[in-house]
């Protein structure tokens, strides 16, 4: 993984701040302090061992996996299995519980009709509404379909020991992973979270892993520091009035990774009136849509790139048409690379800075140290800014109004 | 179709300035006013009929219809796939030609392996990139598998007499589509360009087209528009430092209206360094992901929520668990419908201004109706931002750096 920007652009004094956030974060001394479990990849040897064990029951078992939950229990799997797997092929893993949609829930119920079922649900208080009510649904109909042995197939995802989730897995029999302590939702890809269903997608999660471990060590010292980089980066801009940051990826399967992103800057800085909007484009389609607004519209944008060298197939183009000639012999990865590398020209010369982060080839290993490199640099970057970037007190808001509505008590 | 805000936010200065608007886009009288053509959804029973046919050959002769296209030539037709098709069985209409990725085409030739297909390439010019590869490729494919008859597979949606496209299909003997000369690609998709793969997907393009011109009717006049309250709002909270619109809805089959969404405006209004960001979230996933922000961040925010009154099939929650009492009895869209509420209520406590687009239903109607009150409402609210809301300059740009890096000659 390379992060490649304008060298010019760091400021002694934003350099400076950046050191003082880095040295927070490794030394505990920050805000959210007791929320920094992620920086070690932690999880042991026997947790992973019983995730295999168990994805692999799945495998064998059932057609689909059903993965309930929502935020941080959702979109690091999704990310990392949309990244890796076949664009067309059906996937083995789905989702619920990350909606409120009765449409999508009764579409589900035809889907799986036929099919053999297991669930795996995710949530740390085992109250999240979305979650709770679709486990509430879904495991009727596993009872329906299975009986006594529905509990063979139902996986919970939660608090170590206490908590209604926790509760009913010890009293149904279900088997429990644990989401630790110290290790908030969208920090948690790297735990039993994402990772059993990751691992029920059929994907290496010990290569993710090993790439996460890989950065891990990469990132640790001060001097030539990505992380440290790319959050300096971030805030220098931001300081310029360039208030929305773009994902930029060439690859649509990085779609995902980007809402993955969103989630983790967009919550851990949108606080105190402050914090730079995460906005995603996937390219070369959104060149089509969002490409007049970036090139030419309100100048309060910069893009990070990421940007694969390598596909897993390329294809020739032959083409013996007047009009594309200019594209014969070539192959259509050198065609989006082009377009990559030209979008990054006009849009640098439309006052749009780009970043770009450059990995050699979208694998296991590739995932698991993007995931580690935004985390840290999250990390960093809000504490630059100022901000705990471990919390997240606004998602209580719309929750606290919900439920009033519902006629909720206390 | 009803829009709901709070009335005290119009000012007289700026319904005047939308009546202004308003009468150069009736009079044709604006910049761009060679590209009206979709204010009178006018496509012919004719070309209706000839559409229909089509896609009921497609139908029965394919197993899928693989969709060449990309902006205006895909992001309308995949929006009103979407938003009314079952949620998780396959989809007959899947679309190439978006992107210059290897491994998404490699991953569709495997797809289509043992299938049979036809295709649709839509580009007005013919000579755009991404189709223009995509079609290459496929044809070939295409041609390997049926021979001669390949000819009876392949439909071309483009400019009435010229181009490359037009050229080809007369040599080649495919059948043609329109797209209008007077209609921009941003605003097509009630033209062949979107209705020939919605008819082709089984959805009644009749009603679309129902839904379209009650919209044309109710929307003509001055007085109580929608369209006109709608571009003067944006404009109000624009002026007020509004910068990011984000489009928020509570059903996931809307996701992809989002997206063409964000192509309408943001392609129509980005330019001249002005314009609203286009955004979306998709609720209530994105509650638990943009949420924290939204609620919090920085103050540069408005919201446009589509609410869609009824569900399809509802569901009952049965829930005996103490802490998730309060859901008894309630079904899923009454919890979704007071998330929903709840949710605004909070953003407008936090200086999130709420707009709210209500539908009774997601069907034909409403999908047309929608359509042309966005298309409408933009063609004012460009007008009102001083630009020309039918042109693009700016998405030649990257395409210029990236020919040249091509070594494409003039």
Known sequence: ?????????????YHAKAVEAFKALHNGTGEGNDFLGWLDVSISNEEIAKIKKAA??????????????????????????????????PKNVIFAGNNLSSDYMNDLLDFIKDKDVSLNVISKSGTTTEPAIAFNILKKWMDEKYG????????????????????????????????????????SVLTAVG?????????????ILE?????????????????????????????????????????????????????LFGESEGKEGKGIFPAGVDNTTDLHSMGQYIQEGERHLFETVIHIENPYRDIEIHCDEKKLQFLDGKTLNEVNRMAMQGTAIAHTNGKV???????????????????????????????????????????EAYKKEMFRLLGKGE
């Open 148 to 187: 006594e042995s529905a509990k063979e197939r139902i996986y919970i995802t939660t608090d170590k020991e206490k908590g209604i989730l926790k509760e009913q897995a010890d009293r149904e029999g279900y088997e429990t992973f644990v989401v630790p302590d110290d290790i908030g939702g969208r920090y």
């Open 353 to 395: 800075p780009n970043l770009m982060v450059t990995i050699e080839k979208l694998d296991e290993e590739s995932i698991g140290e993007l995931i580690y490199f935004f985390e840290k640099s999250c990390g960093i970057s809000g504490y630059m800014l100022g901000v705990n970037p471990f919390n997240q007190p606004g998602v």
């Open 211 to 263: 790439g996460a471990r890989k950065a891990k060590v990469a990132f640790a010292e001060l001097e030539n520091n990505a992380c440290l980089e790319y959050a300096t980066l971030r805030n220098i801009l931001y300081g310029q009035g360039k208030k929305i940051e773009l994902l930029v990826n060439y690859e649509p399967k990085m779609h995902y990774f980007t809402e993955w992103w969103k989630q």
């Open 56 to 89: 692999t029951k799945i495998r064998n078992s059932s057609d689909v996996l059903i993965v309930i939950g929502i935020g941080g229990s959702y979109l690091g799997a999704r990310a990392a299995i949309e990244a890796l797997s076949h664009h067309f092929f």
């Open 195 to 207: 990772l059993l269903p990751i691992a029920a997608a059929g994907i290496n999660i010990d290569k």
């Open 1 to 13: 993984m390379k992060l490649t920007y304008d060298k010019s652009m760091i400021t002694e004094e």
